[in-house]
């Protein structure tokens, strides 16, 4: 599991990567890069503590469900609507799978551990919220060492860290 979530992250950079590039092309790209991925792991820090606070309130998933498949659609409209994008999204979609499962993975670990959806939502959203504070440094590092470097760099380091996960015992 590890090793084809860790594979799948390494695969989705290059991906937008690529896209970003194709796309907008110019002295902005690390700039719209990181807005890209900014955006998306402030969205995965809000999705995750929305659910688990929405779950505390309704005391089911169904809320939670319902708002994640109406964030979804309105996130996805513009890619369906640019055929440019929409490759790209689709293999996207598929890349995120793993990415998914581990998100699946970590509540039910937690839930069982005893903590509230609340709590489980808050550490998912931690998840989400270091990819942020991560992805604000990806324009200035990316200036500095270039495109390949960081990508490199970055695979490295997540595929290492994807390793560790299984080592860990808390």
Do not use: K
């Not at 929305?50 to 005391?59: A, F, I, K, T, Y």
């Not at 489980?120 to 270039?146: D, E, K, N, S, Y």
């Amino acid at each position: 599991f590890v090793l084809v979530f860790g594979a799948s992250l390494g695969v989705r950079g290059p991906i937008i990567s690529s896209i970003c590039t194709r796309q907008f092309a110019g002295p902005r790209l690390a700039t719209i890069y990181g807005t890209v991925f900014c955006t998306n792991s402030l969205g995965a820090a809000l999705g995750s503590l929305v659910g688990g606070v929405m779950h505390d309130l309704s005391g089911g998933f169904a809320a939670g469900l319902v708002f994640s498949l109406c964030s979804i659609a309105l996130a996805s409209m513009p890619f369906w609507t640019v055929p440019a994008l929409r490759n790209a999204h689709i293999t996207n979609g598929i890349v995120m799978t793993g990415v998914d499962l581990y998100l699946i993975y970590l509540p039910v670990y937690a839930h069982g551990a005893g903590l509230s959806a609340t709590t489980i939502g808050l550490i998912v959203g931690a998840f989400g919220a270091a990819g942020f504070l991560v992805r604000v440094l990806i324009p200035p590092v990316t200036a500095r060492i270039g495109e390949h470097g960081m990508i490199a760099a970055t695979m490295v380091i997540a595929c290492a860290s994807f390793i560790a996960v299984p080592l860990t015992t808390n």
